[in-house]
């Protein structure tokens, strides 16, 4: 109500003024009513546009303020965030993979079979695959944080075991590094899900998708470990 009597008012006024003259009208008078009329008219649009302006300026002070309050808020790295220096789990995170890989290239200077090569083959693309995709999120993340540090310290010991099981990924330990794998993808999708969720509603579905899709090929992955033959295991994996 109040919007529309301070938008109006100048527009209604005007036509009041030209009924009581209305009487007597030349063609003076018919031309300074009608630039009478325009003017009230730019008037009325000139309020109304700056009643919008404000509603909108606080609109937005109303998001940021909630979207600050939110302690998930400060989970992820802000876009005026200054690019600094990797953090310590960051840098650990890496060594894990690079201990991943030395273990791989042991394992293929011990035994280079005839399969040894498309084992290996398998087990990088896994390793690379799994370092991206946490690579990925942790450029989304406050590294500072402490629940984010948690997380990376947890996918940093899982990395580890992850390690010690992967020269015998294709013999007797075939499930416990398929198991591990599997759980490490899917924590990490879970964890962003969760940071995500009810503050940035596009990245919360794209990390729904992943999860539900990595739990799907963690199938696949359990399946192999559990298979009796080295051929299947490769199908599967």
Known sequence: VAHGA?????????LKLFR??????????????????ACCETIALTLDFSLLIQKAKSMN???????????KWRLIRQDDAEAGKPTFPELFFDLVFVFALIQLSHTLAKDFGSTALLEAGLLILALWWLWVQITWLTNLLNTEAGLVRLFLFSVMFAGVLLAIAL?????????????????????????????????DHENSLTFARM???????????IAGGLAGSLGAQIALW
């Open 6 to 14: 301070a938008v109006g008012a100048p527009h209604f006024a005007c």
């Open 20 to 37: 009581r003259r209305g009487k007597v009208e030349g063609p003076g008078t018919r031309a300074m009513k009608s630039a009478m009329t």
């Open 61 to 71: 002070k109303d998001m940021a303020a909630s979207g600050k309050d939110n302690p």
């Open 167 to 199: 020269p015998k990924a294709f013999e007797d330990q075939s499930l416990i590094f398929a198991v591990i794998y599997s759980t490490m993808q899917i924590m990490r999708s879970l964890f962003a899900l969760y940071v995500f969720k009810g503050v």
């Open 211 to 221: 999860a539900l899709w990595l739990a799907v090929s963690s199938v696949f992955w």
